[in-house]
């Protein structure tokens, strides 16, 4: 069974770098059949789309977002990972991963991780 | 992108059906079939109910099931159920040339 685990750190300073490291298991990252991608959730609010990157490295981003997000991924750990620079309160969210699927859903998803931005 | 329009907050007593819209535009969920429905539990990562429209994925139980008319698509709960009390939130294609996608603002379903 497919599973998904975020890592990484939950507090973050303003004007830093967010990094979030999103482990798969259970199955290899570098099926050609999906993508994989981070979606986030502030706390109370809804979920927003970040990017999802294919196993070649094909990266896709929410185009409000895009000027500071990095994913990329790495076959050889299964991993897939997510840079956001230039952090403020606004981007403290629960970050979660999953597999998105060709035709737009995503299923399985990852617990999620609460990233803090805050000094 | 726009969010896709939920409402606020539904609610229905056990063994009713309920209903819950997502609208759209001619852009994204008028234009294709690939909406998808989210299920949250406080705390918990959402779980697909509801993909391209109205398939449902293994395990998933019939009473939940999906359509679109124009550019409003929805889940119909039937038989409510206390454990079906959660968030819920529809997700479509955006309509533009890569992966863009668009949630819904999420719906609170109560059961009375």
């Known amino acids: 069974q497919l599973q998904l685990q975020e890592s990484g750190p939950g507090l973050v300073k303003p004007s830093e770098t967010l990094s979030l490291t999103c482990t798969v298991s259970?199955?290899?990252?570098?099926?050609?059949?999906?993508?994989w991608g981070w979606i986030r959730q502030p706390p109370g609010k809804g979920l927003e789309w970040i990017g999802s990157?294919?196993?070649?490295?094909?990266?896709y981003y929410n185009p409000s977002l895009k000027s500071r997000v990095t994913i990329s991924v790495d076959t050889s750990k299964n991993q897939f990972s997510l840079k956001l620079s230039s952090v403020t309160a606004a981007d403290t969210a629960v970050y979660y991963c999953?597999?998105?699927?060709?035709?737009?859903?995503?299923?399985?998803w990852g617990q999620g991780t609460l990233v803090t931005v805050s000094s | 992108q726009s969010a896709l329009t939920q409402p606020a907050s539904v609610s229905g007593s056990p063994g009713q059906s309920i209903t819950i819209s997502c609208t759209g535009t001619?852009?994204?969920?008028?234009?294709?079939?690939?909406v998808s429905w989210y299920q949250q539990h406080p705390g918990k990562a959402p779980k697909l109910m509801i993909y391209?429209?109205?398939k449902r994925p293994s395990g998933v139980s019939n009473r939940f099931s999906g359509s679109k008319s124009g550019n409003t698509a929805s889940l119909t709960i039937s038989g409510l159920q206390a454990e079906d009390e959660a968030d819920y939130y529809c997700?479509?294609?955006?309509?533009?040339?890569?992966?863009?996608?668009?949630f819904g603002g999420g719906t609170k379903l109560t059961v009375l």
């Open positions: 001619s852009s994204d969920v008028g234009s294709y079939n690939l």
């Open positions: 990157i294919y196993y070649s490295g094909s990266t």
């Open positions: 259970g199955g290899s990252i570098s099926s050609s059949s999906y993508y």
């Open positions: 391209e429209g109205s």
């Open positions: 999953a597999r998105h699927q060709f035709t737009y859903y995503y299923d399985p």
């Open positions: 997700c479509s294609y955006a309509g533009s040339s890569t992966l863009d996608v668009v």
